[in-house]
């Protein structure tokens, strides 16, 4: 069979068309809250259990779908959850109230967590270490792009077919990418279309580490490395889970705008996103090859220049145009998307092929933590003292993250450790 040349760049393309499709769906509910809170009757704290009801089956989530996914192969494992997490968002359909909303967001959040852990097994698989963080940039790309494709096609669904409707197409979707991908995917070793040149790079391009421990589980959830990315995505996640969830209520309710306003500017942060998640991706190596920088620290490097950029939203409330609100939380989902396709990165570039999906969930499970606690906050204090001083905490948070990754990842890279058991 004929061999396919950048087997590697095709296999991440389809990684990230699957994330794109896991986006649109979870997107969906914070696109239509204007709507869902009116002919729901849902107020806004309300509205933040819907949306604490996905965090929490997504939380709890990860680390499972990262050890299904570690057990029974990422050919299985991705595809199965697709399927499931498609069936949960056509369900959404059938909500008669705030309470059943959330019971179906709640079943999505489980089915869903599986996307980051098996998209890092996949870079982990088929790159060499010089190119994960390209490669991590691309799939995470999908993340921005589901949530910039979201706001219009949702709300072209919702005024043409009902909000209804809206959630039963954008659920359908993963159905179609779960057969491609099972279909299609096939790990480097057993894929018919890798060339053997190909096949080299990915191998000689990895790090070997030494063998993993009988008990890889305990040994993650206790090593230094795995804090080193945990803390940091902790801090960094609520400022996603604010821009996913909360961007159109926030435009709506403080900035006034309608339904059509909103899907005019509401997909301007995820396409600033998207670059900052592939621009950061190209940083890391751009700092190794004209700065010197060694691997693990040119990450750490492009996470710190997040941070300091995301003062930027920090400052939304203090600005009078919405228009230079929706400029500010530009810079936001450029700067998180860098911090959040680096620190991913670190994931392949300190724990072993066959760690890389636990060690992402059980890092996205802290991440997510810190996401619920603060939609929880935003729920309950929102009507009461105004977005403006919630936005802030933001920059404070990744400021913080950052520090504490430099603090912490030191000594922890693959190789170090190689050295340190020869």
């Not at 700092?287 to 996470?303: C, E, T």
Request: aromatic share 12%; hydrophobic share 55%; proline share 5%.
């Amino acid at each position: 069979m004929k061999t396919i040349k950048g087997l590697r760049w095709w296999i991440i393309v389809l990684v990230c068309l699957g994330t794109i499709m896991n986006y649109v769906a979870r997107n969906s509910l914070g696109v239509l809250a204007p709507e869902l809170k009116h002919v729901l009757n849902m107020s806004t704290q309300q509205y933040s259990y819907v949306v604490g009801a996905f965090q929490i089956g997504y939380t709890l989530m990860q680390p499972v779908c990262g050890i299904i996914v570690d057990l029974i192969g990422l050919r299985l494992g991705f595809a199965l959850f697709a399927a499931l997490w498609s069936a949960s968002g056509v369900m959404h359909g059938f909500a008669t109230g705030w309470m059943s909303l959330g019971a179906m967001r709640g079943l999505l959040g489980l089915f869903e967590a599986a996307a980051i852990p098996s998209g890092m097994k996949a870079v982990a698989e088929w790159f060499p270490d010089k190119e994960k963080s390209v490669a991590v940039g691309y799939f995470n790309a999908g993340t921005s792009l589901g949530a910039l494709i979201a706001p219009p096609f949702v709300i072209f669904l919702s005024l043409r077919l009902g909000w209804q409707s809206a959630f039963m197409v954008t659920g359908a979707l993963g159905f179609v990418w779960a057969a491609l991908w099972y279909a299609l995917y096939r790990s480097p070793a057993k894929h018919s279309r890798i060339s053997g040149d190909e096949l080299a790079l990915i191998k000689d391009g990895q790090t070997q580490a030494p063998p993993a421990s009988k008990r890889p589980v305990r040994d993650i959830l206790t090593s230094r490395r795995f804090w080193a990315i945990a803390l940091p995505r902790f801090f960094a996640e609520p400022a996603w889970q604010t821009f996913s969830f909360w961007i159109p209520l926030y435009l709506a309710t403080e900035r006034h705008m309608d339904l059509k306003q909103i899907a005019i500017f509401a997909w301007l942060p995820f396409l600033a996103a998207d670059l900052g998640g592939i621009l950061g991706g190209y940083l890391s190596p751009f700092l190794m090859k004209h700065f010197r920088i060694p691997l693990v620290w040119s990450r750490v490097a492009g996470v710190v220049l997040g941070a300091f950029m995301m003062i930027g939203p920090a400052c939304i409330g203090l600005v009078a145009s919405p228009y230079t609100a929706i400029a500010l939380f530009c810079v936001g989902g450029f700067a998180h998307q860098m911090i959040s396709a680096l620190v991913n990165t670190l994931s392949a570039d300190v724990f072993d092929p066959d760690e890389v999906a636990t060690a992402s969930g059980f890092g996205g499970m802290a991440a997510w933590t810190g996401g619920l606690g603060f939609s929880l906050v935003v729920g309950a204090l929102a009507d009461r003292v105004g977005f403006g001083p919630l936005f802030a905490c933001l920059g404070a948070f990744d400021l913080i993250g950052a520090t504490l990754l430099i603090l912490l990842i030191r000594g922890q890279t693959r190789q170090e450790r190689a050295l340190s058991a020869a």
